[in-house]
Each structure stands twice: as structure tokens, then as C-alpha cells.
């Protein structure tokens, strides 16, 4: 019997980011009413559901690691690894399939450490890269392998579980058949410790309740029959039946009923020290019985938080095993070595965070010494530079301070020289200007004649056009 089953996924649609998770919790492939559904997110509960028909539903949303448990009371724990990372920005858009697992769990099996096999998930649900091709999430059947023998132990104990249910029918079918036969020929102190002892090992069940209140009618008429007479014999019959019944129930460590028989027994003959002894008896065993349960609860769950804590620190992962060590404390707070590991813990983050300090500090020193030495050479560079512009500069000051000197003695010669020709200028225009005069005086007269000739010939024009006309 497969441990999980993942069905094939319907397209249904659902809202937008986020994923239906639906499905039935079996036991022996029948819906278990009263399954408890418990939902985390990122290590931290986030809903409990309890099923009156084993069906369930969960809504998941995009970008979790959730984990998934399923159980009962007096049942195994089983729990699915569903991680809702890693979807593509354009995938996370669209809308996706609702996703079905079943889960088949049962009754839990003492002496068996499948608590600690069942620590771990049965099952890993991871997004799928192919997407496209097979659809969004799927089995991480590689993890699946992996935890093949752990899997296989989980359906060894299904099967003692099984077996050990067929035994308790068989007995169970066994002790009926027993006392229905002493019951029919009224055997009735028979049959009623063999009717208890099969209520005990099937308390659910109502055939033998029924036949024990039968004979405790057929009993009281007995008694009543006998008559006042009989009084003390009945009450004799009556003590030894229900010591026999309290007898036969603390053989078998039913001890509620034990005690139910002795005190009544008591009520029967107050005087009695026998069933007082045997009440004490039972007393003493339960308590017993319990302190070595609540010892054994306690040493189991210590025991496998520090194989939880072991594994992590043997693996660096010190964050699970602090969280692993500390509920181990928890769990026996007096114990020295889950502190001592702690302890190891702390020292190794210490020392792992001055090994990367120093690594850092390593680095930056190195990388200040290559930038001193740049900025070394960059100087000598720059220095010789400064060097030679300075020699350029003094040689191109002597040379214009030398040219400055040439200039001088030119700009003299060049001064003396536009003295002389501003002189000459000023003759020149006072000759010049004698000559506009007289150039003026010349062109004034030519104007006058010219005009002069221009209105003769306007006449002549005239009087040629008056004797065209005619």
C-alpha cells in the first residue's frame, strides 16, 4: 500500500497565485472521520482543519515552503513537502490546476521508532522547470528514492499494525464464541469475564456490553429467586463471581474494569481484605505504568531531536540544529550535552563569521596597498611632467622677455617713422585740398553747361515733334 498518492490534476480553475491542494485521508482505504489536517508555512503553523469524512481542502500561495501533516489521535504522523518557490513571474500570471493527494495513515504501533522515520516527509511537491512540456508541480522523485528504505519501514509498521489488529479480532472472535456458549447454558459467572474481556479489547464495540447487562439482570433475578433464605449463599456467589471477574481483568491489566469488579466485591463483603489488597495493587501498577510511559515518551522524543540536531550540525546547518538541540532541552532541560552542542554551535558561527572578517579585511587591505602604490607612481609620473612644463614655461618667458626688448626698439623706429608721415599727410592734404578746390570749381562749371546744352536740345526736340505732328 502506497504511502501517499498524487492523482492526476484537473484543470480547474482557481485564484490567481495560488494552488488547491485537495483530497481524502484514509486508513486502510477508507475515508477516516476525524483526520487533523495541519498546515505550515515556512516552520510556522498556519491552520488545523479536523475532518468529519477524511476529505479536506488547503488554498497554497505562490512563493512558500509549506509542509502538510496528516493524523488522529492514537494514529501516525505523516507529512508532504509542498515548496511554491521558483514560479516564473510569467507563469505566477496565469491561473493554476487544483492538485489532489491522498494520504493513507494508521494506528500507531508501540515498541516501533517509526515516529523518528516519520520526522522527515514521505514526499516532496516541487515547481517543474518543464512546465510547458508536463505540467506545473510535480513528485521530486529523486528525494522519493532517496528515502525508499525509510518508506518501506513506514509499510512494515502498516503491516504489524495490520496484523496486530487481526490478532485482537481473532481474540476477540475467539472470547465471544466462548462466552456465547457458557451464556446459552447459563454459565453466566463464565461467561461475563470472558463478555469483559472482549469489551476491553474492542471497547467500540456494543454485543458484549449488551450481554454483560443480560447477565447482570439474570444475576440480580437469580438472587431475588433464591429468596431471603438464600441471602448469604447469594451474596458468597455473588463476591467470588466478581472477584473472578476482577481477577480475570487484572490478569489481562484492564484495570478500570478490575477495579469496578473489587468494589463491588467490597460492597458485597465490606469485611474483606483481599480485593482492598488487590485495589491497592492496581493502584500501584497504573501509577508504575505511567511514570514508565511519560520516562520512555520522554527518553524516545529526547533521543530523536537530538539524532535530528546530530544530523544538522553534522551537516552545518545550524539553524535546524539549534532549533533541534534547544527542544531537546526542552524536553530534559537537565541534560548537559545538548547545551555543549549549542555551545559548539555559537563557537562555530563565531569563528566561521572572523574567518570571513578576516578574509574581508584581508582583502581591502590588499587592495589599498595596489591603490598606494598607483597613486605612488601616478605622483613620480605626474612630478616629472610638472618638471618639464616648468623648463618650457622659463624658456618661453626669456624668449618673449628678449622679443619684448626687440619689439621696443622697432616699435620706436615705427613711432619716429608715423611722425614723419603724419607730416606729410597734413601737406599732402593741404595741397589736396587747394586742388578739390579748384577740381570743384571746374566741375560746377561743366554742370552749368551741360545744363545749358540739355535745355537747347530739349527746344530743337520739340520743335521737331510739333513738325512731325503736322
Known amino acids: 500500500m502506497a504511502c501517499f498518492v498524487l492523482l492526476l490534476s484537473v484543470p480547474v480553475l482557481a485564484q490567481q497565485a495560488s494552488i488547491r491542494v485537495y483530497g481524502n485521508v484514509t486508513e486502510n482505504n477508507k475515508k477516516l472521520p476525524g483526520a487533523v489536517i495541519s498546515l505550515y508555512a515556512n516552520g510556522s503553523l498556519l491552520k488545523t482543519v479536523t475532518s468529519d469524512n477524511g476529505k479536506y481542502e488547503l488554498n497554497l500561495e505562490l512563493g512558500v515552503d509549506y509542509v502538510i501533516t496528516y493524523t488522529k489521535p492514537g494514529f501516525i504522523t505523516k507529512r508532504i513537502e509542498f515548496n511554491t518557490k521558483n514560479v516564473p513571474p510569467d507563469r505566477a500570471k496565469n491561473l493554476f490546476s487544483d492538485f489532489p493527494i491522498d494520504i493513507d495513515i494508521f494506528p500507531e ?29 510535480q513528485s521530486d522523485e529523486a528525494y522519493h528514492r532517496s528515502i525508499q528504505n525509510a518508506l518501506d519501514q513506514i509499510e512494515a509498521a502498516r503491516k504489524a499494525a495490520e496484523d496486530k489488529q487481526k490478532e485482537i479480532d481473532a481474540q476477540y472472535k475467539k472470547l465471544i464464541s466462548k462466552a456465547d456458549g457458557e451464556f446459552k447454558t447459563q454459565k453466566y459467572t463464565d461467561a461475563q469475564p470472558d463478555y469483559q474481556a472482549a469489551s476491553q ?32 449463599k447469594a451474596a458468597q456467589a455473588k463476591y467470588d463471581s466478581l472477584m473472578k471477574i476482577g481477577d480475570a481483568a487484572f490478569v489481562s491489566k484492564t484495570w478500570d474494569n478490575a477495579k469496578a469488579a473489587y468494589n463491588a466485591a467490597l460492597k458485597v463483603k465490606p469485611n474483606e481484605q483481599r480485593p482492598k489488597d488487590q485495589l491497592a495493587a492496581i493502584d500501584k501498577a497504573i501509577a508504575d505504568a505511567k511514570n514508565a510511559a511519560a520516562a520512555n515518551a520522554t527518553k524516545a522524543k529526547y533521543d530523536s531531536l537530538m539524532k535530528i540536531g546530530d544530523a544538522a550540525f553534522a551537516s552545518k546547518t545550524w539553524d535546524n540544529a539549534k532549533a533541534a538541540y534547544t527542544s531537546a532541552l526542552q524536553v530534559k532541560p537537565n541534560e548537559q550535552r545538548p547545551k555543549d552542542q549549542l555551545q559548539a554551535i555559537n563557537q562555530a558561527i563565531a569563528l566561521d563569521k572572523a574567518q570571513k572578517d578576516k578574509h574581508a579585511a584581508d582583502s581591502i587591505a590588499n587592495a589599498k596597498k595596489a591603490a598606494d602604490a598607483a597613486a605612488a607612481a601616478l605622483a613620480a609620473k605626474n612630478k616629472h611632467a610638472a618638471d618639464s612644463i616648468a623648463a618650457a614655461k622659463k624658456a618661453a618667458d626669456d624668449a618673449a622677455a628678449a622679443l619684448a626688448a626687440k619689439n621696443k626698439h622697432a616699435a620706436d623706429s615705427i613711432a619716429a617713422a608715423k611722425k614723419a608721415a603724419d607730416a606729410a599727410a597734413a601737406a599732402l592734404a593741404a595741397k589736396n585740398k587747394h586742388t578739390a578746390d579748384s577740381l570743384a570749381a571746374a566741375k560746377k562749371a561743366a554742370d552749368d553747361a551741360a545744363a545749358a546744352l540739355a535745355a537747347k536740345n530739349k527746344h530743337a526736340a520739340d520743335s521737331i515733334a510739333a513738325a512731325k505732328k503736322v
Do not use: C, H, R, W
Open 109 to 137: 504501533v508501540p515498541g516501533t521508532d517509526i515516529d523518528k522515520v516519520l520526522m522527515q516527509p514521505i514526499g516532496k511537491i516541487l515547481f517543474n522547470k518543464d512546465y510547458e512540456k508536463v505540467g506545473d508541480f
Open 201 to 232: 479489547l474492542k471497547p467500540g464495540e456494543q454485543y458484549p456490553k449488551d450481554q454483560l447487562a443480560l447477565i447482570d439482570k439474570a444475576l440480580k433475578q437469580a438472587s431475588a429467586d433464591a429468596g431471603a433464605s438464600a441471602a448469604e
